[in-house]
Nanobody, 126 residues
Framework: VQLQASGGGLVQAGDSLRLSCVAS????????MGWFRQAPGKEREFVAA????????KYADSMKGRFTISRDNAKNTMYLQMSSLKPEDTAVYYC????????????????????WGQGTLVTVSR
C-alpha cells in the first residue's frame, strides 16, 4: 500500500486546514490509520488514529477538540480536519497505516505502523 498525504500549506493562526491521505496499491478497509507530525528539530509525534471501521479514534491531548480524524474506505482516503491552528502546529504531517489491529492504547506508537506517506508541510504563522 502506498500512501500520499496532501493538503498542507501556509495558514494563519486560528485558521483551519484539511489534510488528506490517499492510498493506492491496496485497500485501507482492513488497516488502522493514523497521523503523525514532526516539527523542525523535534521527534515525530502522534497526532490521531482511527480504527478500520472508523468506530474508534484516538487523539493526542494537545489536539483534542481542535483536530478531527475521519476516513472514507470507499474512497481509500483518510482525512485530518484541523481547526484553531496554532504556530506550534507547524510541522510535516505524515499519514500511516497499521496492519496489526486496533490496540487498547489506540495505536499511538509509530513503531506499530507498517506503511507511511511522504508527508505534507503545514506552516502556521502568527
Amino acid at each position: 500500500v502506498q500512501l500520499q498525504a496532501s493538503g498542507g500549506g501556509l495558514v494563519q493562526a486560528g485558521d483551519s486546514l484539511r489534510l488528506s491521505c490517499v492510498a493506492s496499491g491496496g485497500t485501507i478497509k482492513d488497516l488502522e490509520m493514523g497521523w503523525f507530525r514532526q516539527a523542525p528539530g523535534k521527534e515525530r509525534e502522534f497526532v490521531a488514529a482511527i480504527s478500520r471501521t472508523g468506530s474508534s479514534t484516538k487523539y493526542a491531548d494537545s489536539m483534542k477538540g481542535r483536530f478531527t480524524i475521519s476516513r472514507d474506505n470507499a474512497k481509500n482516503t483518510m482525512y485530518l480536519q484541523m481547526s484553531s491552528l496554532k504556530p506550534e502546529d507547524t510541522a510535516v504531517y505524515y499519514c500511516a497505516a497499521d496492519r496489526n489491529g486496533w490496540t487498547v492504547l489506540g495505536n499511538v506508537h509509530s513503531e506499530e505502523y507498517d506503511y507511511w506517506g511522504q508527508g505534507t508541510l503545514v506552516t502556521v504563522s502568527r
